[in-house]
Antibody
Framework: QVQLVESGGDLVRPGGSLTISCALS????????MSWIRQAPGKGLEWISF????????HYADSVKGRFSISRDHSKNSLYLQMNSLRAEDTAVYYC???????????????WGQGTLVTVSS | DIVMTQSPDSLAVSLGERATINCKSS????????????LAWYQQKPGQPPKLIIY???TRESGVPDRFTGGGSGTDFTLTISSLQAEDVAVYYC??????????FGQGTRLEIK
């Protein structure tokens, strides 16, 4: 059974840092592109980052570029998002999502986790 | 950035009636060498993560009821639910993946029962 389980969401002060995780099961991490997508309270979906199946390619939305870093650990079958210089507008539920088996040119998301809430507030 | 605009923002339809949601992209998401539209639709029920229902603009994901139909090409797309069921109450999002690595979603359309 394919499953994604996020963890690590917390209350963080503006300017602070946090790393969230996504534990994957039921498929081989090295076969898929993976993404982080967030949803601010009561708002829509915003794609923020993806990482290629071999980890060699990473892309970020302009809103997080230079502040967030995506990574993956194949030995732990996990995906991570390191978030620095956090701002109030980063407050959101963060979802990890699996890209389709087609790779970078077929980046729709066929499996999503339940999400983890990151709140940035003083 | 490619902007995806959905209409309407919210929609109320009677049970058993047809519901149609529109999605317009600011640039074409059709790629002629593959003859495909790089557009997906998701359903998000309250308190749940989004669920993929349509990809390649018109291909239903496995397990999705056939009352869900995706259509359109180029810049204009539709998601149609032929006979609305109570379990279809949700927010629906379109997403383009033509302009990867920049991926964008529509703002969402809230579908309710009239």
């Amino acid at each position: 059974q394919v499953q994604l389980v996020e963890s690590g969401g917390d209350l963080v002060r503006p300017g602070g840092s946090l790393t969230i995780s996504c534990a994957l099961s039921g498929f081989t991490l090295s076969d898929y592109y993976m993404s982080w997508i967030r949803q601010a309270p009561g708002k829509g979906l915003e794609w923020i980052s993806f990482i290629s199946s071999n980890g060699g390619t990473k892309h970020y939305a302009d809103s997080v570029k230079g502040r967030f870093s995506i990574s993956r650990d194949h030995s732990k079958n996990s995906l991570y998002l390191q978030m620095n210089s956090l701002r109030a507008e980063d407050t959101a539920v963060y979802y990890c999502a699996r890209g389709s088996a087609g790779g970078q040119w077929e980046l729709y998301f066929d499996t999503w986790g339940q999400g983890t809430l990151v709140t940035v507030s003083s | 950035d490619i902007v995806m605009t959905q209409s309407p923002d919210s929609l109320a339809v009677s049970l058993g009636e047809r519901a149609t949601i529109n999605c317009k992209s600011s640039q074409s998401v059709f790629y002629s060498p593959t003859n495909k539209n790089y557009l997906a639709w998701y359903q998000q029920k309250p308190g749940q993560p989004p669920k993929l229902i349509i990809y390649w603009a018109s291909t239903r994901e496995s397990g999705v009821p056939d009352r869900f139909t995706g259509g359109g090409s180029g810049t204009d797309f539709t998601l149609t639910i032929s006979s609305l069921q109570a379990e279809d109450v949700a927010v629906y999002y379109c997403q383009q993946y033509y302009y990867a690595p920049s991926l964008t979603f529509g703002q969402g359309t809230r579908l309710e029962i009239k």
